[in-house]
């Protein structure tokens, strides 16, 4: 301690030295947004070259360091000019070298220095120094200041949590009044200029001063901060927190010099929508709604909903279109690769193509895709997509009971967006996309509305152009766009939205043409999605056979693709576990070991052996079926019971045939007693009794199954039938022949017996499938007869009798 010279009695001025001998001269460490007080323990990443060639000679030495902070951050290799004058002195006390190259030091702070004279600058930089000591002016004033800084400091402490409370037990057992000030300067989060002025500052009293200025600073901000925080949760009136707040956004923008947040997002909607070609009507709404934007405050709950409908519009694809490839050859060398057959569909999308470039401004067609499950219909919509090279989104509307799941919510209610249509058009990005409405069928109404009449406008190619969606209630023109639908049946389908379509029907596939598609696409793609490969597996025809027939049993591919699929997957694991060395070949006999016993085999034989039974085609959304319809009698009054879960029409055609059956029973069994009917109750059965059934078609089926139990005669195992009857005997044309005739290939059967008045459908049926099926057309119920049993009828009365008394 050095006297520098006070009056006797006054306070005393003092120069405190560090007892710690000082070097002549030392290696210089440049800081980079950071400044070091003496006797602080500081950890730092080293990095640059020149750095670790100093740190690595320093550790060979004395260890002792300069760290001198640099008077700008952005210079990477500060030169003497860019450093400051005033730095610390320190020991390496530990070091670490990082896998990168880098180094980790710890250095214990120890006294201020000055530079005084630089010695070189290569490899690195080396300075004369001296000690920098502190002046100490002991007074009371000195005190005061001590005992201010520590208050201050520990009010902050307990509002600020980057700061921990047992700095708070360190700082107020400080007594030196340097060491609190380095204490403090070096604990808060302070700009580098006010820390290096700290440092700088050899009057601890001055020293003190600019810190408790610092300090009282810092403890307005924190409590500006509570006051705010306070303010928020105490429930103030809405009006005057929104105001309080806002001037305090206002202040704190206007001293960080930043622009206004509400502004800022106006001009990027504002920027963003400019560069659309919006219709007029379009333009003036966002032109109304960005002015009322810029008008509200982000607190405001209007605000987001402003925000959210202006984004919404500047996200539609009101100016962007596709541009579609109409080439023909192009179009059919797609379909044709990814569906086999359906030629009337990829007919229709060849004519559309036609249409479209004799046409460019042909409005968007509306396509009705009509057939059981698994038959290509939805993957037909993406197919045709690709081969337009026009955006694809997919509508799943089964389920859909609320009209506002179609045409959006207005914006009156709260989390409110647009329908599903203004969000596949946002996702296509593009205004003349191919969008699919799958499963059009199965939309429901409630108290919500009517999904399906809000459909009549979408599906209207009159009226789509000016579709209006309630949430942005502006007109969006959908007459560029395709529409394809799809649906299992048309009855649930009202009426004006199926008038709007153009229907196309997608029957089943025939047993051949099941065997192709799983050849092409289904045996390739379960073979890749289960790890394997061509080297590893094949399928060969009869395998394939054997599935189609043995374990499916459906209209379309998708059970014949997971069977596929079981197989493919048992083949993996044999490889997985090493039990399969080479290529595996699936025959028929190896589907049996891997799939099991067969799932369906055919009963026609079986079932219809007994007279009163016959075999019966019907219709149902997911392809056709066979059904077995049972005649019994027994002793009895006369009654007529009608059992299977059948539905009005299907019971009327069970009293229709057994009213004709009645009427010519004598002409067709004339010795039938004629007091048969009178003493004998008719039951008539068609199993599955929990499916339910309806329809008119099984009435010829019925009048047979009668026919067979009165004359004792079984019906042909190979024959099947289907038509409706009519008291005269007349038998009248029905629907899905082809559906039937599938139904019928799938069960084994050789022969079809249907109305001769739907002799003209046979051209839909595929000329293989003709083939290999007999189609016996008949116009009234006597044909019938004649050609569905075994053997010619005859009139034997024992086994009438036994048909009758069994």
């Not at 023909?328 to 359906?342: F, Q």
């Not at 639908?485 to 099941?514: C, F, H, S, W």
């Not at 059970?559 to 028929?588: D, M």
């Not at 190979?718 to 599938?742: F, R, S």
Request: proline share 5%; glycine share 8%; net charge negative.
């Amino acid at each position: 301690m050095i006297e520098v010279g006070v009056p006797d009695g006054g306070p005393r001025e003092v120069a405190v030295s560090d007892s710690r001998e000082l070097p002549a001269q030392a290696g210089v460490l440049p800081l980079r947004d950071t400044v070091t007080f003496p006797d602080m323990l500081i950890p730092l990443n080293v990095g640059q070259e020149r750095s670790i060639e100093l740190i690595n000679d320093v550790l060979r030495g004395d260890r002792s360091i300069v760290m001198v902070a640099s008077r700008n951050p952005e210079i990477e290799a500060p030169g003497p000019q860019d450093l400051c004058d005033v730095g610390v002195i320190g020991v390496v006390a530990r070091m670490i070298r990082v896998p990168d190259g880098t180094l980790r030091v710890l250095i214990q702070g120890g006294q201020r220095v000055h530079l005084e004279r630089w010695v070189q600058t290569e490899p690195y930089l080396v300075a004369e120094i001296s000690e920098a000591a502190d002046i100490v002016k002991q007074s009371p004033e000195l005190v005061a200041l001590m005992r201010n800084v520590q208050k201050t400091f520990s009010d902050i402490v307990q509002q600020v949590p980057y700061l921990p409370e047992e700095l708070q037990i360190m700082v107020a057992n400080v007594e030196d009044p340097s060491a609190l000030s380095h204490l403090i300067a070096g604990a808060l989060r302070l700009k580098t200029e006010e820390k290096q002025a700290l440092l700088e500052e050899l009057d601890v009293s001055k020293r003190l001063r600019r810190l408790s200025e610092v300090l009282a600073r810092e403890l307005e901000v924190v409590a500006i901060g509570s006051r705010i925080q306070s303010q928020v949760q105490s429930g103030l009136e809405k009006g005057q927190r929104e105001y309080f707040l806002r001037q305090q956004m206002k202040a704190i923008q206007e001293e960080l010099g930043e622009s206004d947040e509400v502004q800022q997002e106006a001009n990027e909607l504002r920027e963003q929508l400019g560069a659309l070609d919006l219709p007029e009507e379009v333009r003036k709404q966002v032109d109304r709604e960005l002015a009322r934007l810029e008008r509200l405050q982000p607190a405001m709950a209007e605000y987001g909903v402003v925000r959210s409908y202006l984004e919404w519009i500047a996200a539609l694809p009101w100016d962007t279109a596709t541009e579609d490839n109409l080439d023909l050859a192009h179009a059919r060398d797609v379909l044709d690769e990814d569906h086999y057959d359906i030629e009337q569909v990829k007919d229709r999308i060849l004519e559309f193509l036609a249409v479209r470039s004799l046409k460019p401004d042909a409005r968007g067609s509306i396509l009705l895709f009509v057939g059981p499950p698994g038959v290509g219909k939805t993957s037909l919509g993406r197919s045709i997509a690709r081969a337009l090279g026009r955006k694809f989104e997919r509508i799943s509307v089964g389920g859909v009971r609320d009209e506002a799941e179609i045409r959006g919510h207005r914006r009156t209610y709260i989390g409110a967006m647009p329908g599903t249509i203004i969000r596949a058009m946002r996702d296509a990005g593009a205004k003349n996309p191919l969008l699919m409405i799958d499963e059009i069928d199965k939309m429901g109404a409630d108290f919500r509305g009517d999904p399906s009449s809000a459909m009549l406008e979408v599906l209207d190619p009159e009226q789509n152009a000016n579709f209006r969606d309630h949430y942005l209630d502006l007109q969006f023109d959908l007459s560029h766009v395709i529409f394809v639908t799809t649906a299992n049946t048309i009855e649930t389908i009202p009426g004006p939205l199926r008038d709007r379509m153009e229907m196309i029907q997608l029957a089943g596939y025939t047993e051949a043409e099941k065997l192709e598609i799983a050849r092409r696409y289904l045996v390739p793609r379960q073979i890749e999605r289960n790890g394997l490969s061509n080297s590893k597996i094949a399928f060969s025809d009869a395998a394939l056979k054997s599935i189609i027939s043995d374990y499916t049993r459906e209209a379309g591919v998708r059970q014949l693709e997971r069977e596929i699929g079981s197989v493919a997957r048992k083949v993996a694991r044999q490889f997985a576990e090493g039990k399969a060395k080479r290529k595996v070949t699936i025959t028929a006999p190896r589907v049996r070991e891997l799939l099991g016993k067969p799932k369906f085999y055919s009963e026609t034989r079986r079932r219809t052996s007994r007279p009163g039974v016959a075999t019966g085609l019907a219709w149902t959304p997911v392809g056709g079926d066979v059904l077995f319809i049972e005649a019994t009698a027994m002793q009895g009054t006369g009654k007529l019971t009608i059992t299977g879960m059948l539905g009005d029409v299907m019971k009327e055609s069970a009293q229709a045939a057994l009213s004709y059956v009645r009427s010519n029973a004598y002409e067709l069994f004339p010795e039938l007693p004629e007091d048969w009917f009178a003493k004998h109750d008719i039951h008539i059965h068609v199993p599955a009794g929990a499916i339910p059934k309806d329809g008119p078609s099984a009435g010829i089926t019925m009048a047979t199954a009668l026919a067979s139990l009165l004359s004792g005669r079984p019906v042909r195992a190979d024959t099947a039938m289907t038509g409706e009857i009519t008291l005269t005997g007349q038998v009248l044309p029905i629907g899905g022949l082809k559906e039937k005739a599938l139904a019928a290939q799938r069960y084994g059967i050789k022969r079809v017996i249907a109305p001769e008045l739907n002799a003209q459908d046979i051209d839909e049926i595929p000329e293989h499938l003709r083939k290999n099926l007999e189609f016996v057309f008949v116009s009234e119920i006597g044909e019938v007869l004649d050609v569905a049993f075994e053997a010619p009828r005859t009139r034997r009365r024992a086994q009438l009798s036994a048909a009758a008394d069994g």
